[in-house]
């Protein structure tokens, strides 16, 4: 596929494309960027970033497919399937590391959007790289890999659906949340009869976990059924195309995707229709219409104030990239729930809601003391020679931006943290006997945290 | 393995000796990281801080109104079957439509014609059932509203905002905080858990999500003591701007918020060598003893017994049960294990208000989305149904069974329960009775839906 970026001159240093939109576009389309990989990319300009989070290729550290140093916890390297937490940790390196962050966000959205929760790691994990594989690829191919899947089976109680009494649950949320949205075309009758057609899975099981699911015909309902309004012998795979085909489906997905990338506000008709066309025409294809999203005026919106909350993990992976720390604790795991959002264990069905509903005193509370971890270890922490006495407030608020990977913030922040240095200068030697190297260290400290944790932070 | 929930309050574990070994300057960070972050912070603001800060705003309302009714509203997630849990009095009709998951020894309910699920007698003085017996619990079967929508969200989100209607909106109880709350203090909603319920979501006041008041804290590492006060007040400052646009303007709240929660719940954190100021006068179970995962639920529930005994204004409060009860498969074990645990928490829930004589301000509304299909499917389970369960608790509800128990012998058109009463009936009598304010305020239905006896 070529790249057509839908305006701007594509290698230019021009307003249209700064170093802002540079470090929006990595925000939004990956896990944000080291201030070295978000001026690589002011400088090769907004047609060959796109390019390059679309289709992959040669970046700011190669071809490497994963840089920066391996998770490490305790000593040692992840055991995904057997330690607690630490198939969140796999995962939120790869968001730390790899070199197609599209594609791992992509990976994210599908998550949310597929959402299965309380099966067993390793399915979890085949679920996962499921997901990751038709990531960018063709909606009908991952649909038809997801519908298959044994976790997703298990969790929505198609495996063993069978033709005595098919089990509604998955034709339910397939029609509802997977490809057309509620109420969007289709009645109470079509779940009944897609639920027919989907009938015939088994599973293989053990304790209690299907290992893996296979086709029995025997066990599959081959009357005939009336899905939204096509009558036929219909089987699973009949199914999935009914559905796709429909045109609510284009602009329900078109517009979920633009929602994940843009932010609240929904695309105007003119755009909807495009996606939908470029959708449709690219045979129901991922890339194009992000490609489309990516390019788009209306993500660049506002690059002085930015209106997404950031989800839960894309905070930490993205803090984490952008402090040059590798994943070496397993705290990331637990935050992350208290922060709202426990990979691989999505509140319900349905994922897990955007936007201003990621916020709460108790979900803000943990994001700050995601930053006081982050504050606590190298590389961000505050060492013994690393704050020097002859700096002034001016030099202080510039080194707590380098040490903390130079975040965005707004104008009120900016002025906040000159007045807390030069309050916390000016006390000078305390009545406690706090020194001058003492005070400079509590002064770079205090930035540092400010810096990660402070409102702005939760903003891209 | 991922479990579903992470240890609790892993950041404020600590040994006595830990704790105290903080307040010897100087703290290495490698000693502070051992401890946990949530103790410094204990003891750090404990001994700080002045009952004028605790008070504060808070106070200064509960003080006003000590007396004013507070609404708990417990949502039960996925859909709770109404044949199982208050089995029909017709037991021959009910034991052909349910066949092999049907309930085969349900227990008594004085008074009755129906009886209980078994797992609703666990926990103190015989559970949700020996409650409904001592005249704290009324039972609403049948509760819907018209033309019931099958999917979890459609429903809940009419449950959640109290209308009809898929269209985003705040939520019933975010609406009489509007126009009922105050612009100070937010505990007056509050959410226990991590995430504010969307029934509180949408105020343009003040609300919490808390845990515990040791989950409430958060510590700056090499920032301490009057340093740490000036770093927060820096910090709040900028929180207290209010920029436009729902993210922002969330994420600003939220920070806002965030330290105000942390500074009124910082004096009810548990100090090592002093009695546990939110200490409970009933045995509440052990999180492990409540099977089903009502672990989180029971906990959370101890702590908001404890916080409504406090001077905080606490107003409306949602919580979430743990249990799962969307049983498409093995229903006799996944409701019977979720229903155990909610009895257990809810028992000791009330005797906990009871004994600590705060019981007459306080009502509970126990909710789900919708029922299930009276006939049982192949997996052992139910499919999405229409006529669900509801009830009202508290030494001032109205008891007994409050509603018509659907008829097993004539379905709607889709082989579901015929709704017999709309939950916005209960919404607005609610309302009316208990909070004494008006109920068109925040239903926009309420002429509509007619009246229901819920307080006694």
């Excluded at chain 1, 795991?333 to 005193?361: I, K, N, R, Y």
């Amino acid at each position: 596929v070529e790249v057509t970026p839908v305006a701007a001159p594509a290698r230019s240093r021009s307003s249209s494309w700064t170093a802002a939109h540079a470090e929006r576009l990595l925000w939004r389309a990956g896990f944000g960027g080291t201030p070295a990989e978000r001026a690589y990319w002011h400088h090769r300009g907004r047609g060959a970033t796109v390019s390059w989070l679309v289709h992959g290729g040669h970046g700011p550290h190669g071809a490497r497919s994963m840089v920066g140093a391996k998770p490490r916890v305790d000593g040692k390297a992840l055991d995904p399937v057997n330690v607690w937490g630490h198939d969140r940790l796999w995962w939120l390196d790869r968001m730390v590391r790899s070199q197609r962050p599209l594609v791992e966000k992509l990976t994210l959205f599908w998550h949310d959007h597929f959402a299965t929760a309380e099966q067993e790691t390793p399915l979890m994990l085949a679920q996962n790289k499921l997901l990751r594989a038709h990531a960018l690829g063709s909606f009908p191919d991952l649909l038809t890999a997801i519908t298959q899947d044994p976790a997703m089976q298990s969790f929505l109680s198609l495996v063993d659906s069978s033709k005595d009494d098919p089990n509604e649950n998955y034709a339910r949320e397939l029609m509802e949340l997977f490809t057309l949205g509620a109420d969007n075309g289709y009645t109470e009758k079509d779940v009944r009869e897609a639920a027919r057609a989907l009938t015939g899975w088994q599973g293989v099981w053990k304790e209690g976990e299907p290992l893996r699911v296979r086709y029995v015909p025997e066990a599959h309902d081959d009357g005939v059924k009336t899905i939204l309004g096509q009558r036929g012998r219909w089987d699973w795979r009949d199914v999935l195309r009914i559905v796709v085909a429909r045109p609510e489906h284009a602009t329900f997905l078109v517009t979920k995707l633009w929602t994940f990338f843009v932010g609240d506000t929904p695309p105007d008709k003119a755009t909807r229709r495009a996606l939908a066309r470029t959708y449709v025409r690219s045979g129901h294809r991922i890339a194009p219409v992000v490609q489309d999203i990516l390019s788009s005026p209306a993500l660049y919106r506002k690059l002085d104030r930015p209106a997404m909350v950031k989800w839960p993990v894309v905070q930490i992976a993205g803090t984490l990239r952008q402090v040059g720390r590798p994943i070496d604790t397993d705290a990331w795991s637990w935050l992350q729930e208290e922060m709202g959002q426990g990979l691989f264990d999505p509140p319900s069905v349905a994922g897990w809601d955007w936007g201003a509903a990621w916020m709460s005193t108790a979900s803000m509370r943990a994001r700050f003391i995601f930053a006081t971890y982050l504050c606590s270890d190298a590389p961000v922490e505050v060492g013994k020679h690393t704050a020097s006495v002859r700096w002034n407030a001016a030099d202080h608020v510039r080194h707590a931006r380098k040490a903390t990977g130079d975040p965005w913030t707004s104008a009120a922040t900016d002025a906040e943290l000159g007045r807390l240095a030069r309050g916390f200068l000016a006390k000078g030697r305390t009545p406690q006997g706090d020194t001058p190297d003492y005070i400079a260290r509590l002064t770079q400290a205090a930035l540092r945290h400010f810096l990660l944790s402070g409102p702005d932070a939760q903003l891209c | 393995m991922a479990a579903r929930r992470s240890p609790a309050c892993r950041d404020c574990r600590a040994t006595d000796a830990a704790r105290r070994s903080l307040m010897d300057a100087p703290i290495s960070r490698r000693r502070v990281v051992q401890l946990g972050f949530g103790a410094a912070v204990s003891v750090y603001a404990a001994q700080t801080l002045s009952n004028r800060d605790l008070l504060a705003a808070a106070s200064a309302e509960a003080a006003a109104a000590p007396t004013a009714p507070v609404l708990v509203n417990v949502f039960l997630p996925g859909g709770v079957d109404l044949l199982d849990t208050l089995v029909p009095a017709d037991y021959g009709r009910y034991a052909d439509l349910r066949g092999a998951v049907k309930v085969t020894d349900p227990l008594a309910l004085a008074g009755t014609d129906v009886r209980a699920n078994p797992a609703l007698g666990a926990g103190l003085g015989g559970g949700v059932a020996g409650l409904f017996d001592r005249g704290r619990i009324g039972f609403l079967p049948g509760i819907d509203y018209a033309n019931p929508d099958l999917s979890h969200f459609n429903s809940r989100h009419y449950w959640e905002t109290g209308r009809i209607d898929t269209g985003p909106g705040p939520g019933w109880l975010g609406r009489w905080i509007d126009r009922h709350g105050t612009g100070d203090n937010p505990f007056q909603a509050m959410s226990l858990g991590s995430t504010l319920s969307p029934l509180l979501r949408g105020t343009s006041r003040p609300a919490a999500a808390v845990s515990s008041p040791a989950d409430a804290q958060a510590w700056v590492p090499n920032v301490w003591g009057e340093w740490d006060d000036s770093y927060r007040a820096h910090w709040t400052k900028v929180a207290g701007h209010t920029p436009s646009g729902a993210g922002p303007a969330a994420v600003y709240a939220a920070a806002r918020q965030s330290q105000q929660v942390a500074r009124a719940l910082a004096p009810y954190v548990a100090q090592d060598g002093k009695p546990d100021p939110l200490a409970s006068p009933v045995a509440w179970p052990k999180p492990d003893d409540a099977p089903g995962g009502g672990s989180d639920f029971s906990e959370e529930l101890r702590v908001l017994a404890a916080l409504l005994a406090q001077p905080l204004g606490i107003r409306t409060a949602t919580i979430e049960a743990s249990g799962q009860f969307d049983t498409h498969d093995d229903q006799k074990n996944e409701l019977s294990s979720g229903l155990k645990g909610v009895s257990t928490a809810l028992a000791a829930f009330q005797a906990d208000l009871e004994a600590r004589r705060i019981a007459d301000r306080v009502l509970t509304l126990v909710w789900t989305e919708f029922g299930r299909r009276p006939e049982a499917n192949a997996s052992g389970g139910t499919d999405h149904g229409a006529g669900g369960i509801a009830w009202v608790m508290g030494t001032r509800a109205k008891s007994g069974i409050l509603s018509t128990y659907p008829d097993l012998r004539t379905f709607d058109g889709e082989d579901n329960l015929k709704v017999t009463v709309d939950f916005r009936t209960v919404y607005a009598s609610v309302l009316e009775q208990w909070m004494g304010t008006g109920a068109d305020e925040v239903l926009p239905d309420a002429g509509k839906v007619g009246r229901l006896k819920v307080v006694a």
